[in-house]
């Protein structure tokens, strides 16, 4: 009797081809090699860009914040990663926090990035900001009715209110830098206002909140602004008009960042660090600007031009190191508060 | 020499444990107050929730499907023909996307809503709430009722409409053949179904997300992602991995209380020719789901594609998306079921308790939520690639990086873990229908071994192997996590651009890549279905 073993064979012969025919693979020293949670369409045209400026390659892969974080870590000394970018600043705080990055001394970086957008430690910095505002319905809502985040816990808003769900980390965030800003108790107090407030069951995305809020199931809700962009732009006739919460007492509107940080282990970090320096830049922040309606964090370049004219507003200036400080804390509020 | 086959069911079952055992591992991690502050808070719902859900779900696949299998196994009326492998279909649409579009359709901002309260003036407040339990059952259910419908079939079409007329010979009615006769016998294979059905729901994390519907799964993403705990997520995995392998003991106690041997095909019955008015039942049952199911989230899709198509749309970029898909779940689908039919095959011909426990061990992959597993996957595979290196480094002063990881290989042998499950089922119910005595005849013609197996074993498992690659290449094509994280740079397949397009909300740009998917799943559906057929 034979042993029918011929797929082991098959197994291994092409596992050492592979082996092969990656030790024997030239190792190219002018790349970067990016993992990125900031997806393919939005930080490949600034990739394009450096490659063409300097001829350094640049080399990615894309998957969600926590898997390339525990990719990372699981990784170590050995990880072939020279940068991280994600989309929000509580996981470049993880990481941070974790030891999977280093800090990058540069004054280009400190002068092209505003000091509430980036780690006090230098491990990570803002590339583009993501602003978090009121979005409300303008047949029903007298936009002089709205002032605060805070606010909307008001009983005046009762069941007309719709919230995207807490288990994103835009809401997250967001909860976090309220903790920062008025204690865990205040805070508990206005998330569990919106909780009795809402109209209908928490929502998955914060497009379909805006939806509910055009169609009239409730009169405002809370999205980033980039959301509200394409949607007006894909249907200009909605009943939707954008403001900017905590202007004239309050904080300012709170903004997260998508952002990126050298990694500990990168075999690269000259290149990578170049690479930084050029998504601050003026051509990379124009190009952040416009691939998806975000704001520049680099104060010297003006918005998109359908983003300028939603007006001017104050930032909430409390560093964002604080929304990943507190970002476990404020999910455990949200839940003590039930808000789903 | 074949006595080394033994060792097979127990490599792959090491194989699984290995990822299972990092997770497990965790259970002894501490993980400070989360413990604490979701049993206060959280936990009993999830619970609640997610009982509720598995119940449901089990329970709606379980109705469907036996059901669908035996109006296309046993009756003849128009259309059967196409019915019978059209029914499968929903299995190449994801589940998640299955609930985008139909929340898309029947929330309160879909057309269906906005129509009605502008005909019907009103406010509509009787309509049911389509973002709530029921909602997410029935999206489930139409997702994966073809697991439950395939394998119940399968029994069906094997046990011949013999035994149902043997069951009326002896004065049962044929309502009564079904429920004493026909369904029994039926059983072990609609248990097979209904577990499958039960481990996807389980670890399903896409389409409870889209309904914001928090169950098990939810609780360990949120450890995991939101309050940066990977081993409290671990560890409520671990909670997860065994209760399903609960599960699968009492599946397997309750099962191997019976043997069953099946009629030759040439044994096979004239199917019973229903009368007109109970063909017109039969047809608009079988029509209304095969529309909610694939129909509708097709047409749906078709419309956002096209829509979207000037916006997004490099035919190069997506042939080659396209082909990495293919290929990959080819290749997974072949080695997964070549491991499989060579566990089954040993664990029959070596029986006892501890092989039928290796065997199933090597099924549990399919509990896990799929981002869990790929961290059970990367972390050792990860550490395994730094010792190589750094051998390689002492003995040849060679700076190697990463070997190992990066490569298909691995990515083949993560869908093999995970996967093993959903050909385990078909193959291995196939192989009960080789009855002891097909072997001794066999033997007493002087058969032996490989010639045995390949004169009499596959022939017989054909239709099992065929159903399980299927399968597999679909589940393998609608992959994401265990994709995303250990797919070579540049291997993107049709889906990561789903991921891509999704995770920043844009459903109507993720639908050319997901009619693609689902076009290209189809594609092993026919093939393979046909060759089932007789």
Redesign the interface.
């Known amino acids: ?4 073993s011929f ?1 082991f064979h098959i ?1 291994i012969t ?2 050492l081809i ?2 092969f025919v ?2 024997s693979g030239p ?1 190219n020293a002018e790349q970067v ?1 990016v993992y990125s949670a900031r ?4 930080i490949k045209p600034m990739f394009d860009a450096f490659t063409q400026n300097t001829g350094i390659k640049v ?9 390339l974080l ?2 990372l870590k ?7 990663a020279d940068m991280l970018i994600t989309a929000d600043a509580g996981n470049l705080w ?1 990481a941070a ?1 974790t030891g999977l990055l280093r800090p990058v001394e540069s004054q280009v970086l400190k002068s092209n990035i505003p000091e509430h957008l980036r780690d006090p430690n230098n491990e990570w910095f803002g590339l583009s900001i993501r602003a978090r505002t009121i979005i409300y319905n303008t047949n029903k809502v007298d936009p002089t009715d709205l002032s605060t985040y805070e606010d909307l816990a008001d009983s005046k808003w009762k069941n007309r209110l719709c919230l995207r ?1 807490s ?1 994103k ?1 835009y809401n ?1 965030s967001l909860v976090a830098m309220m903790i920062a800003e008025h204690g865990e108790a205040k805070t508990e107090e206005i998330v569990k206002g919106w909780v009795s407030n809402l109209a ?9 909140a805006m ?2 809020v ?2 009239g ?1 409730c009169d405002v809700t809370i999205v980033n602004t980039y ?1 509200y962009g ?1 949607l007006i732009q894909k249907d200009p006739n909605l009943p939707l008009g954008i403001f900017w919460p905590n202007q004239r007492n309050g904080s300012g509107v709170h903004v997260n960042i998508s952002g990126a940080g050298l990694t500990r282990y990168s ?1 690269n970090p000259q290149a990578a660090e170049q690479l930084l320096e050029f998504l601050s830049s003026i051509q990379a922040q124009k190009l952040f600007a416009d691939v ?1 309606m975000e704001y520049p964090v680099n104060p010297n370049i003006l918005p998109d031009p359908i983003v300028a004219d939603w007006g001017r507003f104050i930032q909430n200036n409390i560093n964002l190191a604080k929304a990943g400080e507190l ?2 804390q404020a ?2 509020l949200m ?2 508060a039930g808000y ?1 | 020499m074949i006595a080394s086959w033994r060792l097979i069911p127990f490599l792959a079952a090491t194989l699984v444990m290995i990822p299972v055992g990092v997770v497990v591992s965790s259970l002894f991690a501490p993980a400070g107050d989360i413990w604490l502050h979701l049993v206060e808070n959280t936990l009993p719902l999830l619970l609640a929730n997610t009982f509720w859900l598995a119940l449901g779900v089990m329970l709606g696949t379980g109705l469907l499907g036996v059901s669908l299998a035996w109006f296309t196994a046993v009756y003849e009326f128009p259309g059967r023909r196409f019915f019978t492998w059209a029914l499968l279909l929903p299995l190449a649409i994801p589940a998640y996307v299955t609930a985008f579009v139909a929340l898309g359709l029947f929330d309160f901002t879909g057309p269906v809503q906005t129509t009605l309260r502008t005909w019907l003036d009103s406010d509509l407040l009787w309509f049911p709430d389509v973002r709530s339990r029921m909602g997410v059952i029935i999206v489930m259910t139409l997702a994966f009722y073809p697991y439950v419908y395939l394998l119940a079939r399968n029994a069906f079409l094997s046990q011949g409409k013999r035994s149902l007329e043997v069951a009326q010979s002896l004065g049962f009615t044929r309502r009564a053949g079904f429920y004493k006769v026909a369904l029994p016998m039926a059983r072990p294979w609609i248990a097979g179904g209904i577990m499958l059905v039960l481990m996807e729901t389980l670890a399903d994390f896409g389409t409870v997300a889209v309904f914001n519907y928090d169950t098990f799964t939810t609780a360990i993403y949120k450890a995991w992602f939101s309050l940066f705990s990977l081993s409290a997520a671990s560890q409520l995995a671990s909670l997860l991995i065994i209760i399903v392998f609960i599960l699968i003991v009492l599946e397997q106690q309750f099962r191997a209380r019976m043997r069953y041997a099946e009629t030759k095909k040439s044994q096979r019955a004239n199917r019973i020719q229903l009368s007109r008015h109970h063909q017109y039942l039969v047809i608009s049952f079988i029509i209304t789901v095969w529309f909610f199911a694939f129909l509708l989230p097709l047409i749906q899709l078709v419309h956002w594609a096209i829509q979207s198509m000037t916006a997004d749309f490099d035919l190069q970029r997506y042939l080659e998306f396209l082909w990495h898909s293919i290929s990959l779940a080819g290749l997974a689908a072949l080695i997964t079921c070549i491991a499989v039919t060579m566990i089954v095959y040993s664990a029959r011909r070596f029986p006892g308790k501890t092989m039928q426990f290796a065997m199933r061990t090597a099924t549990i992959g399919y509990a896990l939520p799929g981002a869990v597993l790929a961290i059970g996957i990367f972390v050792p595979l990860a550490w395994l690639d730094g010792q190589l290196s750094d051998l390689i480094l002492q003995l040849f002063q060679i700076e190697t990086g990463l070997l190992i990881q990066g490569t298909i290989i691995i990515m083949l042998l993560a869908y093999m873990i995970r996967f093993m499950a959903v050909s385990h089922y078909p193959i291995h119910g196939a192989m009960e229908r080789i009855t002891p005595s097909i072997e001794e005849a066999a033997m007493g013609m002087g058969m032996h071994g490989w010639h045995m197996i390949r004169k009499i074993h596959l022939p017989i498992l054909r239709s099992g192997i065929f159903t399980g690659a299927a399968l597999v290449f679909v589940d393998v094509m609608k992959e994401m996590p265990i994709t995303l994280m250990t797919r070579p740079f540049g291997w993107d397949t049709l889906a990561v651009r789903v991921f891509e397009m999704t995770s920043e909300g844009e459903w109507e740009q993720a639908a050319i890549p997901a009619v693609t998917l689902i076009m290209a799943g189809l594609l092993p559906i026919l093939f393979f279905m046909r060759k089932t057929e007789d």
């Open positions: 009797m034979r042993i029918p797929n197994i092409s596992f592979s082996l990656f030790i190792v090699v997806i393919e369409q939005l080399k990615y892969t894309t998957d969600k914040e926590g898997a525990a990719r699981a990784e170590g000394k050995n990880t072939p993880a926090q769900t288990k980390v997250q209908t069951d928490p929502l998955s995305d914060d497009t379909r939806e509910f055009a169609a199931k959301y394409r075999k998806n970002q476990a999910v455990k839940d003590r789903q």
